[in-house]
């Protein structure tokens, strides 16, 4: 992660295979509310209510509106 530019851990703006963002809690090497496989991640995704891979997104390639977007829809606390 930290060769991607990414933080270790911390809330991340995450997209779906659907192109839906979203915010989880995203530990590098850990999986506390994704099913790991291999390298994905997957992860519900509480936009388009469905199972789908998720990958990190650079907050500074979104604009202000996706930000707001994926601060608005968090997935679940609990894993």
């Not at 506390?32 to 998720?54: A, D, E, F, M, N």
Request: glycine content about 6%.
């Amino acid at each position: 992660m930290r060769m991607r530019g990414f933080p270790i851990a911390g809330n991340r703006v995450v997209r779906c295979r659907s192109g839906h963002l979203f915010t989880t809690l995203w530990i590098a090497g850990a999986s506390v509310k994704s099913l790991r496989l291999l390298w994905w991640r997957i992860q519900y995704c509480p936009v388009g209510r469905h199972w789908t891979i998720v990958t990190p997104v650079h907050e500074s390639s979104l604009t202000d509106s996706e930000r707001s977007f994926a601060a608005d829809h968090r997935d679940t606390w609990l894993p």
